[in-house]
């Protein structure tokens, strides 16, 4: 039986189907790259048409990356699949707070979500810059709200929650702030989609891992 067993080999020829079977779909230079990877990741060339960056989000999110500002991820799925040495490279931390006991805490006694009150509590540090919410609607709900009220103003929103109750619906509200962001339309997204994202990015600073 023969087949591909290099890794390397296997990225290239995955990249060139993807590149053929989008056919004729243009997009911008630097976008170009994020929607393969997306798709590379997950096999959907809906993603093509779901992908929406807004507010000046791709530069205003290169430019906080380059800076190594701090990420908030609402899941540690994410934090696991964001390249590591590309983050090293860049000084920069991912940071996940919906399992820290001071969270799950607050959270029960304030009947909401982890999630809320993680996003809360990254919001409270300065440092953050790019936030990174593949899974709870609420979390960008509450981000919402805090700019809206003036008290964030983050570098990059990605938006991708992923599900059936306020996924679309949170992803649509994003259109209610001015903020930098990236969206996926619709239901669909995901941890994956999010970490698929953050790494095509980082892949575009130039540096080799």
């Known amino acids: ?3 591909i067993n290099n890794p390397r080999e296997i990225e290239e020829r995955s990249f060139e189907i993807i590149t053929e079977e989008l056919g004729d779909k243009v997009f911008p230079e630097e976008i170009a790259p994020i ?3 997306i798709i590379h990741t997950t096999a959907d ?6 992908l929406e960056f807004c507010n000046d989000g791709y530069a205003q999110g290169m430019e906080a990356l ?3 500002k701090k990420i908030y991820a609402d899941t540690r799925m994410i934090q696991v699949a964001v390249n590591k040495k590309a983050l090293a490279d860049h000084g920069i931390e991912i940071v996940n707070y919906v399992h820290e006991p001071d969270v799950m805490k607050e959270a029960k006694e304030r009947g909401v979500t982890r999630s809320t009150v993680a996003i809360e509590k990254a919001l409270a540090d300065d440092s953050v810059g790019i ?3 593949g899974n709870a ?3 960008l709900y509450t981000l919402i709200e805090r700019i809206k009220s003036g008290s964030a103003k983050p570098d990059l929103i990605i938006g991708a929650p992923i599900g ?3 996924a679309a619906e949170s992803k649509q509200a994003l259109d209610a702030i001015d903020s930098p962001y990236v969206r996926i339309n619709g239901r669909k997204g995901g941890s994956p989609v999010v970490a ?3 790494n095509a990015m980082l892949y575009q600073l130039g540096r080799e891992w």
């Not at 060339?45 to 779901?50: H, I, Q, R, S, V």
């Open 137 to 139: 609607p609420t979390a």
């Open 66 to 68: 380059k800076k190594g």
């Open 164 to 166: 059936f109750v306020g």
């Open 196 to 198: 698929a994202i953050l």
């Open 35 to 37: 929607v393969k990877r």
């Open 45 to 50: 060339f809906e993603y093509a048409d779901l």
């Open 1 to 3: 039986m023969e087949y």
């Open 131 to 133: 936030f990174a919410i």
